[in-house]
């Protein structure tokens, strides 16, 4: 749906695990084969992704202010038993944290958020405040301000509401 570049470093996988749903078509990329590959997911591990997946949903709506869509399992609850350590490079003393176990989602996701809770950009990434739309997407206003996940579509339509109102 967006044009927006695809969020740093691990924010990269929370979104598009996020952006595996279109609310508006209801097409969802883990019914796939290659959907679930691109996660390393069996189809045993979908209906646990898709849980996460809209928790995830509903903290990036926080992040933009907005609601949660829906009642889910509290994002804390489902990576509480992600365990993660602290790799450090000895050549130049960088550290990251890195998932004890690199396979399962729930780990890679946990290290994802935790690296970018540590980095400061964990707000960053939002949820589009369509109703219809709900998209994954990275804000890089300055002002970390952004309310849609396209100018172009999202933002245009609510736009055009708003006048249409006005109109009326």
Do not use: I
Not at 31 to 45: H, I, K, V, W, Y
Not at 89 to 113: C, I, K, M, Q, W
Not at 130 to 158: F, K, L
């Amino acid at each position: 749906m967006s044009e927006r570049s695809p969020a740093p470093g691990g924010l990269a996988l929370v979104e598009s695990l996020v952006n595996t749903l279109d609310l508006e078509s209801g097409a969802d990329t883990l019914d796939t084969e290659d959907g679930r590959a691109r996660f390393g997911l069996s189809q045993d591990e979908v209906p646990y992704a898709r849980e996460l997946r809209e928790s995830l949903r509903a903290v990036l709506l926080a992040h933009a202010g907005h609601p949660p869509h829906r009642a889910v399992t509290p994002l804390g609850a489902l990576l509480a038993g992600a365990p993660l350590y602290v790799s450090v490079d000895e050549a130049d003393g960088s550290a990251t944290l890195t998932p004890a176990e690199n396979g399962p989602l729930p780990n890679r996701v946990a290290a994802a958020v935790a690296e970018s809770v540590v980095a400061g950009t964990w707000g960053r990434l939002k949820a589009c405040e369509s109703v219809t739309c709900h998209w994954a997407y990275y804000d890089r206003s300055p002002a970390c301000r952004g309310r849609w996940c396209s100018m172009q579509v999202c933002g245009a339509r609510a736009k055009m509401r708003r006048y249409r109102a006005k109109e009326a």
